[in-house]
């Protein structure tokens, strides 16, 4: 069963950095993608950044573009999120997740209905 497990997140000022961690288990994911979502209070879920395991080609959106940086760590099984110059706009619940289907090597999905598997999450605050 595949089980994915966040940290990393908490408090920070505005132009702060954080990292976040997201440990995957429970299957081979070479040939899968993960992603980073978020979703803030009474706004709807956001993607944030999306990786393949087996080439690690990345896709960034265009609101964390330059300021957050999505990375993979294939022998820990561990996707990160490094993000920089935190403004508190980007103050939500950050989620990983896994596609629902393998076969991804450049491309990595960027919509919420191609991951089937997702984490609890891990709280992000920005305070101005």
């Known amino acids: 069963q595949v089980q994915l497990v966040e940290s990393g997140g908490g408090l920070v000022q505005a132009v702060g950095s954080l990292r976040l961690s997201c440990a995957a288990s429970?299957?081979?994911?070479?040939?899968?993608?993960m992603a980073w979502f978020r979703q803030a209070p009474v706004k709807e879920r956001e993607f944030v950044a999306a990786?393949?395991?087996?080439?690690?080609?990345?896709y960034h959106a265009d609101s964390v573009k330059g300021r957050f940086t999505i990375s993979r760590d294939n022998a820990k099984n561990t996707v990160y999120l490094q993000m920089s110059t935190l403004k508190p706009e980007d103050t939500a619940v950050y989620c990983c997740?896994?596609?629902?289907?393998?076969?991804?090597?450049?491309?990595?999905?960027?919509?919420?209905?191609?991951?089937?598997?997702w984490g609890q999450g891990t709280q992000v605050t920005v305070s101005s």
């Open positions: 997740a896994v596609s629902a289907k393998d076969g991804y090597r450049w491309f990595p999905p960027r919509t919420a209905s191609e991951y089937g598997y």
């Open positions: 429970g299957r081979t994911f070479s040939s899968y993608a």
């Open positions: 990786i393949t395991w087996s080439s690690g080609a990345t």
